[in-house]
């Protein structure tokens, strides 16, 4: 069964289309995530939620909407897609906000923009 | 602000091959340490972790000691195998902003 499922695994798009990514996480966690990983690797938060309530809201251009519908899920929407936004998504989940919690990741969105 | 630091890659070993990557870090106060590990095409799994100074974290045979003194926490194996093929994160956590700051991640390719 898998902990934290996201929804699509690949997503390939044209520019300026409106798309959205799903996490779900069956842990029974309090607080979820979203990072952004570059071609280099590169690993940045975008957003986080603790029972629903939005807690990190990193720079990230407003395109992107977080939804946090119940604990168990974390949604992303992203509008007017830009080249740049091609990147793999990930969802995170952990089982509260504290230092010695450890995020517990699915396995990623590859999203590309044509 | 708080960073993290890591050697640069990628790494080639052979097998058994003793295996260091460096992570220094740059943080107030006294922060969490995590090596987190992503296998190609999946997302990141905690590796393992150490939550204060002169702390060894430990798992699957990767060991990695906390260092107040010098602000490090390297990476280290006895013998890699081909499985351990991987990108390697070091992370900590900043209490204060209530989130992991990542490394730029290290590239592992073991050869048989």
């Known amino acids: 069964d898998t902990a934290v499922s996201q929804t699509p695994k690949y997503l390939v798009t044209q520019m300026g289309n409106d798309k959205s990514i799903k996490c779900e996480q069956n842990?029974?966690?309090?607080?979820m995530y979203w990072y952004k990983q570059d071609s280099k690797k590169f690993l940045k938060i975008m957003f986080s939620?603790?029972?629903?309530?939005?807690?990190i809201n990193e720079t990230v251009p407003n395109r992107f909407s977080p939804k946090s519908p119940d604990k168990a899920h974390l949604n992303l929407h992203i509008n007017s897609l830009e080249l740049g936004d091609s990147a793999v998504y990930f969802c995170?989940?952990?089982?509260?906000?504290?230092?010695?919690?450890?995020?517990?990741f699915g396995d990623g969105t590859r999203l590309s923009i044509l | 602000g708080n960073s993290v630091t890591q050697m640069e890659g990628p790494v080639t070993l052979s097998e058994e091959a003793f295996l260091t990557i460096n992570c220094t870090y740059t943080a107030t106060g006294y922060p969490s340490l995590f090596w987190y590990v992503q296998y190609p095409g999946e997302g990141l799994q905690l590796l393992l972790k150490?939550?204060?100074?002169?702390d060894k974290g430990s798992n699957k045979g990767f060991e990695a000691t906390y260092r107040k003194e010098t602000t490090s926490f390297h990476l280290e194996k006895g013998s890699v195998q081909v499985s351990d093929s991987a990108v390697y994160f070091c992370a900590l956590w900043e209490t204060s902003g209530s989130r992991l700051t990542f490394g730029e991640g290290t590239q592992l390719t073991v050869n048989p």
């Open positions: 842990l029974g966690h309090d607080t």
């Open positions: 995170a989940s952990s089982p509260g906000t504290g230092g010695n919690q450890p995020q517990h």
């Open positions: 939620y603790n029972n629903k309530e939005l807690i």
């Open positions: 150490a939550t204060k100074a002169d």
